[in-house]
């Protein structure tokens, strides 16, 4: 048999996971031995805590592994420090409230988790090849080690209707967690959207919980200030130090805009990389403050261009522009923006003027940017694509705050 690797020995070269053999000790006490078949999503350029995700076959010999004759998706983490790991907990949540509200729908929307481990390990031990557990030392890499039921990357979606009717979906199961389960996900990106297949039909799934919170746990404790996401997907609050209002709804429904731009944008289709340069690349290379002053000029200075879509993905412009034009005025109206352009484009007048935003006598509405970004909105947008209605998982009542 060829080597076999700890898992955090192949973390320095992501790329070299397809084909190795890895073993670690599972939750249940037993030691696997499993083969990287293939590497499904590879963050770029090391951005955000998740790192990889795989497509994995267990080869141990243990009799009682159960592990076997499914076909696994294993995603290996490197947090940074502030996260915690309550992904198994989280989802089994979510699933006792559908199954409680006889709101079935939403459980092909949720992954089915398999095993959740954390591993923490100091430099000496990973040169050792040695890991010691969470409670042997608080210093040193964490590693979170989650193991699920099959799922697809969205670089496997070769139908445009499949993949608008993915990100519909994941508007809808977002919300839904929020409203009904009570938790809001707080790291939406492109590698944390996945689907499954039943019966022939595509079903958007809301992958990775780690960084997600319990709503009415939000603003509590010492962590309450800490700011998840992944840079290039995160709001431009969230990566404004000044910033003091939490972690808004609002602000992983930006994130779910961005995850479709960049995918529009920066792929010629899904899973292959345009080329460079790529639009959007100081996104995925900044720091935070670059970033965001570079999210802040788009939505303030650049208005005006037309969107640098690919032509595989044009049939996604009409959202794109929408949602586009909607941050533009609502950033333009945002107290704490001083410069504003002086001029406005006709459509952008036209806007702000059924928006009435000048005349509002009501404190400013930080959970829908005054009105003019919700949930509803972007349902009515998202509810159809190219003139075709989508199937709408949730019909229940959706306020938007």
Known sequence: MDAVYQLHELNDDPHSFAGARCSFKGSDGYTRIILIVRILHCAERDVGHCSIVVEVKCECTALACNWHEKNLILKVCFPE????????????????????????????????????????YNDKNARQGNITTVEETCEGSIMYITVFEELHPLSELDDLTDLAQVFYDILQIHRWLYKCAGILHRDLSIGNIMFRRIEGKVYGVLNDFDLSSFVHDMGKGPASDFRTGTRPFMSVDLLDPKWKGGHLYRHDLESLFFIMICLACRYERPGVPAAEPRPFSKWFSGTDGEVRKEKADFFIDRFSGALPVQPYFVGFTDWLNSIYYWLCIAYQGRPQIRHLPKILPARLQNLQAQNNLSSRNTPYDWNTLDGIFTYTDMKQLMSSFQDQPLETRWVGQNPDH
């Open 81 to 120: 420090a502030g996260s915690s790991l309550s992904e198994k907990m989280l989802i089994q949540e979510a699933k006792r409230v559908a199954e409680h509200t006889s709101e079935l729908w939403a459980l092909n929307h949720l992954p089915d988790l398999i095993d959740s481990i954390s591993i923490t």
